[in-house]
């Protein structure tokens, strides 16, 4: 059964960080687009980042750019979400998923062309 197991979210301080993952079995991640989403409370799933299959190239929405990075290992069959200098806005539900249609990650990342979800793990930003 194919399906993705998150894991590494907390409470955490303004300025602070946390790196998150999400372990992938039953299918090869490398062979698709992967991304990264996050809900917050009475707002709409959000795509944040994503990277292709292969050489990986990546996608950061404005409101991570510089401070979250997206990184995968093959090897592990598991990608990261490594996030620095958090902000309280950034608390969210966040979700790593598949895109089984594409290899390429396309912008807007659409919720409904990522097929398998984690369970979604909570990042909670405050003082």
């Known amino acids: 059964q194919a399906q993705f197991v998150e894991s590494g979210g907390g409470l955490v301080q303004p300025g602070g960080s946390l790196r998150l993952s999400c372990a992938a079995s039953?299918?090869?991640?490398?062979?698709?687009?992967i991304g990264w989403f996050r809900q917050a409370p009475g707002k709409e799933r959000e795509g944040i980042t994503g990277i292709s299959s292969g050489r990986g190239s990546t996608y950061y929405a404005d409101s991570v750019l510089g401070r979250f990075t997206i990184s995968k290992d093959n090897a592990k069959n598991t990608v990261y979400l490594q996030m620095n200098n958090l902000e309280p806005e950034d608390t969210a539900v966040y979700y790593c998923?598949?895109?089984?249609?594409?290899?390429?990650?396309?912008?807007?990342?659409?919720?409904?062309?990522?097929?398998?979800w984690g369970q979604g793990t909570q990042v909670t930003v405050s003082s």
């Open positions: 039953g299918f090869t991640l490398d062979h698709y687009a």
């Open positions: 998923a598949a895109n089984l249609l594409r290899t390429k990650i396309v912008v807007p990342m659409r919720v409904d062309e990522f097929i398998y």
